[in-house]
């Protein structure tokens, strides 16, 4: 399996960038996929997920502001995030693939780079 980000960037406050994570060797439709980040100098944190039965999870950070989603013809999950702010800034991960008894992912992406500016 192999996830690859794209999309981050920098971008003032109140301005909006769309993520996109490509899949290989594993099917978007599976469900049971996330966006995670991690702001600098803190820990990892799922900001929104699809479960294997296509429901959606949010953090409250991020509630309201970003919506995740799946392309089924590019095989992509896509996370649009609007009204960013100073504290979104982070590394933004994309991962697949849920063990059976334990959270988490099996697969992970490398990261992009996301940076809100006031």
């Known amino acids: 399996v192999q996830l690859v980000e794209s999309g981050g960037g920098s971008v003032q406050a109140g301005g909006s960038l769309r993520l996109s994570c490509a899949a290989s060797g594993y099917a978007v439709i599976s469900g049971c996929m996330g966006w995670i980040r991690q702001p600098p100098g803190k820990e990892r944190e799922e900001i929104a997920s699809i479960d294997v039965d296509g429901r959606l999870t949010y953090a409250d950070s991020v509630t309201g502001r970003f919506t995740i989603s799946q392309d089924f013809a590019k095989n992509t999950l896509d996370l649009q995030m609007d009204s960013l702010k100073p504290s979104d800034t982070a590394i933004y991960y994309c991962?697949?693939?849920?063990?059976?008894?334990?959270?988490?992912?099996?697969?992970w992406g490398q990261g992009t780079q996301v940076t809100v500016s006031s």
């Open positions: 991962a697949a693939g849920c063990y059976l008894n334990s959270p988490g992912y099996r697969s």
